[in-house]
T-cell receptor, first 112, second 111 residues
Framework: TQLLEQSPQFLSIQEGENLTVYCNSS?????LQWYRQEPGEGPVLLVT?????EVKKLKRLTFQFGDARKDSSLHITAAQPGDTGLYLC????????????FGKGTKLSVIP | NAGVTQTPKFQVLKTGQSMTLQCAQD?????MSWYRQDPGMGLRLIHY???????DQGEVPNGYNVSRSTTEDFPLRLLSAAPSQTSVYFC??????????FGQGTRLTVV
C-alpha cells in the first residue's frame, strides 16, 4: 500500500510570512498533485508535477517534485488570508489505473 | 461549464436503508472515482472506473456498489447503510488518470 505523509498537520501563521508544506513517501509515483480544499467544498487541483526534480510556480506558490519522485513540497511566499485552507497532496501510480493516494492534509490558517 | 455534479448535497439515512449517490460529469472524461473523507483519515478511494463498463475496487469498497453504463454517469450505491458510512463523499473525474476534478460533495449521515 502506498502512503503519503504530509507535514505539518496544522500551520497557523501571520499574513506576509513564508511557509513550506511537505509530502513524503517511500513509494515512487508517476505523478504528484497538490489540491486546496475550503470548508464545505471539494478539493481543487492546483498543480500536477510529473518529472523528478520538476519545479512549478503558480503566482506565490512554488511546487517541487523530488528527484526520486517520492516526495514533494509546496512553498508559499508572503502568505495572505485567502491562502487559508486544507492543502492535500496526492500521488498517482499510473500504469493505466486511476488510484490516487492522498495525504491527510495540512490545515493552513493565515491570520490578518 | 458544470464540471462534476453530485446529488444530493445532504442526506440522512436510517441504518439498513439503501440509497444511490449520483455523479455526472460533462467533460467527457474517461476516468471517474468515488472517495470518502473522514476526519483524521483523509480521502480514501472507494471505487473507480477507467471507462464505460469498467469498474474496480479501491481501498474501502465494502458496503458500496458502482456501475458505469455511460461515460457521463458514475452512481455510488449504498446497499444497507451503517453508521460507519457517515462521511462526506466526493466524486471525481479525470482526462488523463493523473489528477482529479472533484464535485461539491455529499454529506451523508446514517442514524
Amino acid at each position: 500500500t502506498q502512503l503519503l505523509e504530509q507535514s505539518p498537520q496544522f500551520l497557523s501563521i501571520q499574513e506576509g510570512e513564508n511557509l513550506t508544506v511537505y509530502c513524503n513517501s517511500s513509494s515512487v509515483f508517476s505523478s504528484l498533485q497538490w489540491y486546496r480544499q475550503e470548508p464545505g467544498e471539494g478539493p481543487v487541483l492546483l498543480v500536477t508535477v510529473v518529472t523528478g526534480g520538476e519545479v512549478k510556480k503558480l503566482k506565490r506558490l512554488t511546487f517541487q517534485f523530488g528527484d526520486a519522485r517520492k516526495d514533494s513540497s509546496l512553498h508559499i511566499t508572503a502568505a495572505q488570508p485567502g491562502d487559508t485552507g486544507l492543502y492535500l497532496c496526492a500521488g498517482s501510480s499510473g500504469a493505466g489505473s486511476y488510484q490516487l493516494t492522498f495525504g491527510k492534509g495540512t490545515k493552513l490558517s493565515v491570520i490578518p | 461549464n458544470a464540471g462534476v455534479t453530485q446529488t444530493p448535497k445532504f442526506q440522512v439515512l436510517k441504518t439498513g436503508q439503501s440509497m444511490t449517490l449520483q455523479c455526472a460529469q460533462d467533460m467527457n472524461h474517461e476516468y471517474m472515482s468515488w472517495y470518502r473523507q473522514d476526519p483524521g483519515m483523509g480521502l480514501r478511494l472507494i471505487h473507480y472506473s477507467v471507462g464505460a463498463g469498467i469498474t474496480d475496487q479501491g481501498e474501502v469498497p465494502n458496503g458500496y456498489n458502482v456501475s458505469r453504463s455511460t461515460t457521463e454517469d458514475f452512481p455510488l450505491r449504498l446497499l444497507s447503510a451503517a453508521p460507519s458510512q457517515t462521511s462526506v463523499y466526493f466524486c471525481a473525474s479525470s482526462r488523463t488518470g493523473h489528477e482529479a476534478f472533484f464535485g461539491q460533495g455529499t454529506r451523508l449521515t446514517v442514524v
